[in-house]
């Protein structure tokens, strides 16, 4: 067979599988299953266009991993195929663990378990699959190679799992101010004492990539709209648990059911390899089919909000900079609990409080750098002339109010 397929990508044009180990692990169900989870979860609640998945997400991020390691090598820097290939399978696998709706689902049901580390769980699997031919992406993928700047291309405040999301996002939202120029920052890109770095002539570039992620996280992926749904389904999933482990009779597939009755560790998930199976089980049709059917059970609390989900009467939502306290929920769990004859602790999923930060670029991290043409290299904040860039990397904090709609202001 030829292996070496050409995929027509709305974001980049053809592009191509260039390696046919990359398609073999491309055909595999673990990763076919990442067309059954949407990249942005429930961002399609306010942007009806974002219904791409996690399946074109790191298919994206390979081809831009590929255009880097080019860029290096045409700048001298000594790559071997080995190297490119295991670098290629890394940025291919790092969101294969992902969970359906992957914050709602770690904040509610799967609390024990990340997708971080069910993805170097996968990676281990797959290597024994296929005769220890992804020993060296795994190395890479956890930053134990001695070439530090192939690591960084996968994860670091520049790599291409950023550049990929941030223009594919921008594409399917339609939210164009995070539409960066991925292609101009990865000409930039060269290595300086083993990391990497980005000339001086793209720091506007770079410039650009901060502030695109910064607008991109208020506009699309902490919009206050998807905070509420995404808040929603976090209720819903906590309320059905409480009433599986209460010993009531929920509809769900056998691996939505199956973390529903049961809570889970790392150190379980490593060493369990039915647990591991079973979570690979789940993708977003679990979670949506069994909220279409609990949107009819008998419990008030879990059938309005599983309502309110499949209709999109999301909770009312309110953001500030200063805190709410339990003065500004409590008349509203009163009244939840005289209007539906709930008690004190199920009024509790009607209204709440919270809150969200964010800080598009982390000066505390590992920094992007600047390559000067004198050799010399510095941190980014130095290098830049832009008084956004430091703006930016102070974190932000906003404090939300959730409140059923049916409740009133």
Excluded at 68 to 85: C, M, P, Q
Excluded at 89 to 108: M, R
Excluded at 209 to 227: D, G, S
Aim: aromatic residues 8%; hydrophobic residues 40%; contains cysteine.
């Amino acid at each position: 067979m030829n292996k070496r397929k050409i995929i027509n990508d709305p974001v980049y044009g053809f592009i191509t599988i260039p390696h046919p180990l990359l398609f073999d692990l491309i055909e595999h169900p673990w990763f076919q299953r990442l067309r059954r989870i949407r990249q942005l979860g429930l961002g399609h609640m306010v942007y009806p266009g974002a219904l791409h998945t996690r399946f074109h997400h790191a298919l994206g991020a390979l081809h831009l991993i590929t255009q880097a390691i080019d860029t290096l090598r045409s700048k001298g820097h000594e790559i071997t195929d080995e190297e490119a290939l295991a670098v290629e399978i890394a940025i291919l696998l790092h969101d294969i663990g992902h969970s359906p709706f992957s914050h709602a689902l770690e904040n509610s049901i799967v609390t024990g378990i990340s997708h971080e580390t069910v993805s170097l769980l996968i990676m281990e699997r797959l290597n024994a699959a296929f005769d220890g031919q992804l020993s060296l992406a795994m190395r890479i993928f956890k930053g134990e190679y001695h070439k530090h700047f192939l690591h960084q291309m996968i994860s670091s405040q520049l790599d291409m799992d950023r550049l990929d999301y941030l223009n594919r996002d921008s594409f399917y939202t339609g939210v164009l101010e995070g539409k960066i120029g991925a292609q101009r920052i990865i000409r930039m890109l060269d290595v300086h004492e083993g990391r990497l770095v980005v000339e001086e002539k793209g720091v506007y570039s770079i410039e650009k990539f901060i502030i695109a992620r910064r607008l991109m996280y208020w506009q699309v992926y902490l919009h206050k709209t998807v905070l509420a749904a995404e808040q929603l389904l976090v209720n819903i999933l906590l309320r059905a648990k409480e009433l599986t482990v209460r010993g009531e009779s929920l509809f769900g597939s056998p691996a939505l059911l199956h973390f529903l009755k049961n809570s889970c560790t790392e150190s379980q998930i490593r060493s369990d390899v039915t647990l591991l199976e079973t979570y690979l089980q789940l993708d977003d049709y679990d979670v949506f089919g069994a909220l279409k059917v609990w949107a009819s059970h008998s419990d008030p609390v879990l059938s309005r909000l599983c309502n309110g989900m499949v209709n999109r009467k999301l909770y009312k939502i309110q953001l500030r900079r200063e805190p709410f306290s339990s003065s500004d929920t409590l008349p509203h769990r009163t009244r939840a609990q005289e209007q539906f004859g709930i008690n004190e602790h199920e009024s509790r999923f009607f209204a709440f409080e919270g809150s969200i930060s964010n800080n598009a670029y982390d000066p505390k991290g590992e920094p992007i750098r600047i390559l000067f043409r004198d050799g010399s290299s510095t941190e980014l904040l130095s290098a830049s002339d832009q008084m956004e860039v430091a703006v930016l990397s102070s974190p932000i904090q906003k404090h939300y109010l959730c409140v059923l709609p049916e409740l009133g202001n």
